[in-house]
């Protein structure tokens, strides 16, 4: 006998093997019955639902107003994931000073400056190795690619790229066509190429077995913009480039993708038409810019 109990919106199979010459009085068969019904109420769907823990992290403004707004940018891509159903989402300025918060997280996302220093060249090093060693997923935006010559080479193996202009990786800011790589990739689902103005990141070093999703075609070249990692560790990692006008965070394409690579990190699957990522012009607005002393 096969009975199939939901808890949340995963499926458990519980699987009785009955010996064909045993004989059940139809008494029994029926108590039998009520005792798994019985058992089916009390740890029901609402007691045991699994949620999809994901941990943004921003940080202050550090550029020109419109320009690398991490808060901003991580409370938008927040919205948009809670639209999937059993995502839970916490956004932190810096790395969480309560450990509890790291507790039953599945995937890391950053957009801040130089993400590699800020998982690796830092106090929080030890936490994120332990996560990182359970298949926690990893997304890094923009400047969060990029990391110091001092960590760089531990960063190229964690997300599987790395930007530094110290290392040859240059920028340029332009508007060009965002081209699907792969389009059967998860990270391509619900979105076709588009025309989007950004400070490109160019150049940058690659570990050998990521897989390009987004690219685009400057100079004469073909670049990577967006890949994906799959780590020895089991984990998941995505990186794009892209992200240094707050006003991009308006593209229902440019959210989309970026959602699609968070969930795909977290082992969620992504739907055929794309992640839902709905917002409204309220959500863009931005906090004015400190005046100067």
């Known amino acids: 006998m096969v009975l199939y109990l939901p808890f949340g919106v995963r499926y458990h199979t519980i699987v009785w093997t009955i010996p064909t010459d045993c004989i059940w009085e139809e008494k029994n068969m029926f108590q039998r019955t009520l005792v798994i019904l019985a058992g089916w109420l ?94 926690v997923g990893l997304t890094a935006i923009h400047w969060s690619t990029g990391a110091s010559k001092q960590v760089g080479e531990d960063w190229l193996n964690v997300l599987g790229g790395w930007f530094d202009r110290g290392i040859g990786s240059r920028l340029n800011t332009t508007t ?80 989309r993708a970026i959602v699609n690579g968070i969930l795909w990190t977290a082992h969620r699957q992504v739907p055929a038409g794309g992640s839902p990522v709905k917002i409204t012009a309220k959500d863009l607005e931005l906090p004015p810019p400190e005046k100067k002393k």
């Not at 419109?66 to 159903?85: F, P």
């Not at 020895?232 to 440019?254: I, K």
Request: proline share 5%; glycine share 10%; net charge positive.
């Open 42 to 135: 009390l740890i029901g769907p609402s007691a045991h639902a699994e949620k999809t823990k994901i941990l943004l992290i921003g940080k202050d403004r550090d550029h020109p107003f419109r320009t690398h707004e991490y808060m901003a940018g991580c409370n938008i891509l927040g919205k948009c994931l809670q639209q999937t159903a059993d995502i839970e989402t916490i956004v932190s300025n810096g790395w969480p000073k309560d450990a509890n918060i790291l507790e039953g997280v599945d995937a890391i996302v950053l957009y801040t400056r130089r993400g590699g220093d800020v998982l690796l060249a830092s106090p929080a090093r030890k936490q994120v190795e332990q996560l990182l060693k359970k298949g």
């Open 176 to 255: 060009t066509l965002l081209i699907r790589a792969d389009p059967n990739h998860p990270v391509c689902r619900g979105w076709t190429n588009y025309n989007l103005r950004d400070e490109y990141y160019l150049d940058l070093r690659f570990h050998e077995k990521i897989h390009p999703v987004i690219q685009v075609k400057l100079d004469g070249k073909t670049h990577t913009v967006g890949w994906v990692f799959e780590r020895p560790d089991g984990g998941r990692s995505f990186g794009f480039v892209c992200g240094h006008f707050h006003a991009n965070f308006g593209e229902p394409a440019f959210r």
